[in-house]
């Protein structure tokens, strides 16, 4: 089983529609990522959490809200969203820093899917 | 930048063959961190295997082993004895550092099927 959760695993929202998908993890790892996946196509990165504090945005339009209300936890708030926007979202969460023991490898969720109508 | 090139997009092999998934990395950094990742169907990102780049030997983890060719730029994964369970997409990804902040950038993938 994975270690970290993530809730919904399928989610069906119109346009107009605000929703939140959330994501938890209790490895004690400070840092935490959203990715989304197309299908057939790699994950594309699209936030970092470091601290709890948001390190990198990568250039995502503002109605993917990130938040990370404490170590453990980190939510995507949608809204406005688009049918294009349909995709596997996926949580990661891995130590913040890495030496030849620890790898500082991502530890992913097992996704949660995104229709919008 | 860091870039990754996964030129298989489909393997087809035998159950209980070796089978080698390419992977090859372009960065300019003198440090860098390479991953192999395995997807089934579920969607869940599986870590198989890592190799830093100053790592003297292969990484081996069970099954897996990762024949890195550091000069060619190159970090194959070598999955031996293949089962039906290995059925997957596979992507290779290096680790870039941005403002402190690690994110993993992966190639296209490669699917690879297991036929009994």
């Known amino acids: 089983d994975t270690e970290v959760t993530q809730t919904p695993k399928h989610l069906v929202m119109g346009m107009t529609n605000k929703k939140s998908l959330k994501c938890e993890q209790h490895m004690g790892h400070r840092a935490m990522y959203w990715y989304k996946q197309k299908a057939k196509k790699p994950p594309e990165l699209m936030f970092v959490y470091s601290y709890e504090k948001l390190s990198i945005n990568e250039s995502v339009p503002s109605r993917f809200s990130p938040e990370c209300p404490n170590s453990s936890l980190l939510n995507l708030h949608l809204h406005a969203l688009q049918p294009e926007d349909s995709a596997l979202y996926l949580c990661?969460?891995?130590?913040?820093?890495?030496?030849?023991?620890?790898?500082?490898?991502?530890?992913f969720g097992e996704g949660s899917r995104l229709t919008v109508l | 930048a860091q870039k990754i090139t996964q030129t298989q997009p489909g393997m087809f092999v035998q159950e209980k063959e070796a089978v080698t998934l390419d992977c090859t990395y372009d960065t300019s950094d003198p440090s860098y961190g390479l991953f192999w990742y395995k997807q089934p169907s579920s969607g869940e990102m599986i870590f198989l295997i890592y190799q830093g780049s100053y790592d003297q030997q292969n990484a081996t983890e069970g099954r897996y082993s990762l024949n890195f060719q550091k000069a060619r730029k190159s970090a194959n994964l070598v999955i031996s004895a293949s089962q039906l369970g290995d059925s997957a997409m596979y992507f290779c990804a290096m680790r870039a550092l941005i403002q402190g902040a690690q994110k993993l950038v992966f190639g296209q993938g490669t699917r690879l099927t297991i036929n009994p």
């Open positions: 990661a969460s891995s130590q913040v820093r890495y030496t030849r023991v620890h790898t500082g490898e991502l530890f």
